[in-house]
């Protein structure tokens, strides 16, 4: 009889046909374990290419019936007229071992026949086990991932105006050095569940890639801010490590899932977002998915639901920047709280679809107090009126993606439109409001020029005051925005990242502040070059 046969018939080959390495360095051990557990049988029916006039049909079904640990390949095949190796025909043997509780005269042959292979398997079992060890023994958690990414950017700006006034050498236009860290803790309970605590630290704050660089071009790095407070009276967030992300995220049932944190921002809660366009470029502006008034991404204490079947999805949300104070006047030094008229909050709701290589979604939200971190005139009306103001939203933005890499590159739009109404200390309106526009396209051709590198482009203009609510006059506002870069892939984990970006008039309607200059103007070009490391 043939050694397939023997191995079929004999009760000691209780497994399965593995398909594993013909050498004993390439042996597959996960596969063959894989195999074994996940596609184990319970009926020889199961089988869509056995039948019963196969010669060795009545042997199969005594071996699923008798022992249960037959198995077959995951189409639902047994391919019994598949060759075996020596290694494969070991493995069998191996896998089903312990399943016999007697050593009959055939096992005791088919065990010395293979006799080899079985030392050497065993020995790689044996290595494997004792890794597994090690790696338990030394893990940082049995519930908690770690995930860092790490940012070095070395770069500069420049700036151009026929204004001195705005041009003035207190702008940050020497070449700098900045970084930006982001360690992620990603801790699941329950396999489906996501509770996610993240530590950030930077220092751009003061340079032409912060927030506070005196222009507002919002930027490369998202410059970290432990606390609002730090910039409002004057500090510096440079390199002060603290919570940038707490919240926790569960699934209701099979289409809704639920999120709750003390430090969650807006995206952290939609079911999809509407662009594929690297959050990581150059410019902030092109994070917003076109309307930074409606994607704000407003960080603080909140909580959202969003309910998600096949591509269709239906998000609700709300965040209060100040959730962690406690004073509800907003006249206070640190106003705050929930749900009151200090919370600078954002409420949104954002229906959406996202198909294969495609999504779209509409969006609606109203903002308090919320100022816009990639804006300047809308901010210096808000900030002028003391604070106070209150902002519907409309968006539209979506994406499409090509099914291969080459010369179409992926295109991710929006826009979006704001209605901003100033408020007095008592919440009453007043008669100076302001309605606001932006759009943003951005461009990204996968596998540019060398497999695994990607090129970019970005383009539009930011949040920009089109109408006084009071009639009174036409705004002087807008910017055009245009960011390139090239991200080359040099190892899974590291990428270098040379871009450049031009802002036509990032001060918008704030750039005539001088009245001995007719038709002022004033531009910024930056450069740079951004090394990131993910772990």
């Known amino acids: 009889m043939k050694l397939f046969q023997q191995l079929l018939v004999a009760p000691a080959a209780l497994g399965l046909l593995a398909p594993v390495a013909a050498s004993a360095a390439d042996i597959n051990l996960a596969g063959v374990n894989k195999y074994a557990v996940e596609e184990q049988v319970t009926s020889i029916s199961q089988f869509g290419d056995v039948k019963p006039t196969d010669w060795a049909y009545q042997a199969l079904s005594n071996l699923i019936e008798r022992y249960g640990c037959v198995a077959g390949y995951p189409d639902g095949t047994y391919k019994g007229q598949r060759a075996m190796t020596r290694f494969e025909a070991a493995a069998l043997l191996n896998a089903c071992l312990d399943r016999v509780s007697e050593v009959t005269d055939e096992l005791k042959k ?3 026949e293979f006799e080899k292979e079985l030392a050497i398997l065993k020995g790689r079992v044996d290595g494997l086990e004792a890794k597994v060890g ?4 030394q893990q940082f958690s049995t519930t908690t991932k770690l995930k860092g990414v790490a940012t070095m950017v070395l770069g500069g700006a420049t700036y151009s105006s026929n204004n001195y006034a705005a041009n003035s050498a207190a702008l940050p236009n020497a070449l700098s050095f900045n970084y930006d860290v982001r360690l992620n803790f990603d801790t699941s309970f329950t396999g489906k569940d996501l509770l996610r605590t993240t530590l950030r630290a930077g220092n751009a704050d003061s340079s032409a890639f912060g927030f506070n ?3 507002t071009t919002a930027t490369a790095l998202e410059a970290f801010f432990q606390d609002p407070v730090i910039t409002t009276t004057g500090g510096s967030a440079d390199n002060i490590v603290g919570i940038n992300r707490l919240f926790y ?8 899932t639920a999120t709750f944190g003390a430090r969650v921002r ?8 509407p662009s594929v366009y690297p959050a990581d470029s150059i410019l902030d502006l092109f994070t917003y998915a076109g309307s930074p008034v409606v994607y704000a991404l407003n ?3 909140g909580a959202g639901l969003w309910w998600r079947d096949g591509g269709f999805s239906i998000s609700a949300n709300y965040v209060s920047g100040n959730a962690g104070n406690g004073s509800p006047n907003p006249a206070a030094a640190q106003p705050g709280g929930v749900g ?3 919370s600078q909050s954002s409420t949104t709701v954002q229906i959406g679809y996202a198909g294969n290589n495609w999504g779209l979604a509409g969006a609606y939200s109203y903002n308090q107090n919320l100022g816009y971190q990639a804006t300047t005139y809308l901010n210096s009306l808000i900030t002028t009126n003391g604070g106070l103001s209150s902002t519907n939203g409309f968006a539209l933005s979506g994406y499409w993606q090509p099914s291969q890499s080459g010369w179409v590159p992926s295109i991710s739009a929006g826009w979006g439109v704001g209605t901003t109404n100033l408020l007095s200390r008592t919440g009453a309106y007043q008669s100076n409001g302001f309605t606001s526009n932006s759009w943003t396209v951005g461009l990204q051709w996968s596998d540019a020029f060398v497999k695994g590198n990607a090129l970019g482009m970005g383009f539009g203009q930011n949040s920009m005051v089109t109408k006084f609510q009071n009639g009174g006059g036409t705004p002087a506002d807008g910017n055009w925005a245009w960011e390139w870069w090239y991200k080359i892939q040099a190892t899974d984990n590291i990428s270098v990242t040379p871009g450049f970006f031009y802002l036509s008039r990032p001060l918008g309607g704030n750039t005539s502040n001088n009245a001995t200059v007719s038709n002022p103007y004033f531009s910024s070009f930056g450069y740079l070059i951004k090394t990131t ?3």
């Open 110 to 112: 088919l065990m010395a």
């Open 134 to 137: 090690v790696l338990e023994a």
């Open 213 to 215: 660089n005196g222009v």
């Open 249 to 256: 995220q569960f699934p209701i049932g099979s289409n809704f």
């Open 266 to 273: 807006q995206d952290d809660m939609l079911a999809m977002w």
């Open 299 to 301: 960080l603080g204490g």
């Open 340 to 342: 009151n008229n200090a």
């Open 533 to 535: 490391f993910k772990f």
